[in-house]
């Protein structure tokens, strides 16, 4: 006997079901062959493999919204104001200079040069904002 596939919900509303779990499995049995239910969406190995991405990436999304903050606080901490250099930390020019703090860096100048080409803030505002004490504490941020 073939294997379907159905949704759940399908065979909770069927009219007819019995009382007791015994008549219950003869039932269910029995219910594709009246055409009550209809077959559930089984997707391709390839669709189900897209699926399971999406539905990885959905959940990955709210996550990535809560590492927003604590970025403005460590181009905050480093004099790095969001409103005088970068408007988005997560921008290509606010996340190339996080990665290159990150790795050490600490030359105003070099870091001026990892501006977008379509960012606002020109190379030596960033230059200039850039001014300021660093502590070893602000990397780990």
């Known amino acids: 006997m073939p294997v379907l596939l159905i949704d759940p919900r399908q065979a909770q509303r069927a009219p007819g079901r019995p009382p007791t779990a015994r008549l219950a499995g003869t039932w269910l049995q029995r219910l594709p062959t009246y055409g009550v239910l209809a077959g559930a969406l089984r997707p391709e ?71 977008h080409p379509h960012c606002h803030p020109t190379e030596d505002d960033i230059a200039t904002a850039r001014q300021g004490p660093w502590r070893a504490a602000h990397l780990c941020a």
């Open 45 to 115: 190995a390839h669709g189900g493999v897209l699926r399971g991405s999406l539905r990885h990436r959905q959940l990955l999304l709210p996550a990535a919204a809560h590492q927003v903050p604590p970025r403005h606080k460590a181009f905050a901490q480093r004099h790095l104001t969001r409103t005088q250099v970068v408007r988005e930390s997560t921008g290509v020019t606010g996340l190339a200079l996080l990665k290159a703090m990150r790795a050490g860096e600490r030359d105003p100048q070099h870091l001026a040069t990892l501006r």
